[in-house]
């Protein structure tokens, strides 16, 4: 096969008639008539194919005049391309998150993209998030911190409440090793749809849920955490249990049906909990308990779900209080 090389537009105006001279009745090149013009004009046949699709999008769009131009530019054209600030400025925020974006909507390779980041005609730039609090915002965390809160009539002074009955949750990522994929811990089990070295056709194997939904959490929460909870809840302490989480998009609302009916099964009273808008993560799994988890957990070799799934379990359990 000979490289592909840059066509002149005279070349392409002669393999153009020539192709359309040798169209069948579908509208395709005769069999054969695609190598022969890559063999005479010492071309790849992915040169041909690639000159002719193209002139059928044209023609496709209705194009009065059919552009045969190579569209290779060349080394000294592409430098040649010049950087246009109102675009650049005209774009939204948010499609300046990669190179890719910013290029698609520039008009212009990635290359090209580059190459301004490397003469500093544009720069990278970081932003760590900082939402700004409204008094909405701030009269919602005086609330929440007050919550915690109990006046003692002895000393004079307000103290936190314990947190006895208080239950954290939260969802996490853990990942195979430092630099692989992440997965959601809240496997199914389906089976194999193909035999390899590690299990045959239709024996169940685990696997993860990439993207967790309401769905999920409504399903793990009735399912797995308020049975736990009452199962290992003290005698005698309150039945009035709150579940603290944050404000992610996948967990459910305070005042869900189905949640809410489970919850007050066997005379507990146990609520969902939400934190105010713009909080800070005052989650303690997020702050220390999952880190400790996935530091024991990186200890373990593991190349798949299940073995993901067991290193997990024996950090966890692992753990000292």
Known sequence: MA?????????????????????????????????????????????????????????????????????RRGREAANKIKFDEEKFKAIKYELKGTQ???AKQMDVSQTTVCRWKKNKVIRRHTNAIKPTLNENNKLHRLSFALSKCEYDEQNDAFKFKPYNNVVHIDEKH??????????????????????SKNRKRGELETK??????????????????????????????????YIQQDNAKPHIAHNDR?????????GFNIQLVQQPPNFPDMNMLDLDFFRSIQALQYQKAAYNVTKLLRAVNNAFQNLSP
């Open 208 to 241: 993860p849920i990439q993207s967790i939904t309401k769905e999920h959490i409504r399903a793990m929460l009735i399912t797995n955490v308020l049975p736990t909870i009452r199962a290992k809840w003290p005698a005698g302490l309150s039945k009035q249990i």
């Open 174 to 195: 853990f990942y195979l090793t430092r630099e692989t994929q992440s997965y959601y811990l809240a496997p199914g089990e389906e089976p194999a749809k193909r035999s």
């Open 258 to 266: 189905e949640f809410l009916e489970e919850a007050m099964k066997d």
């Open 3 to 71: 490289p592909s090389k840059n066509l002149s537009t005279q070349q392409r105006e002669h393999i153009m008639q020539k192709l359309l001279s040798a169209l069948n009745k579908k509208g395709k090149p005769v069999l054969g008539t695609i190598n022969a013009l890559a063999i005479e004009f010492q071309v790849c046949r992915k040169t041909i194919t690639c000159l002719w699709n193209d002139v059928k999008k044209q023609m496709t769009n209705n194009t009065t005049v059919i552009n045969l131009n190579s569209k």
């Open 100 to 102: 890719h974006s910013v």
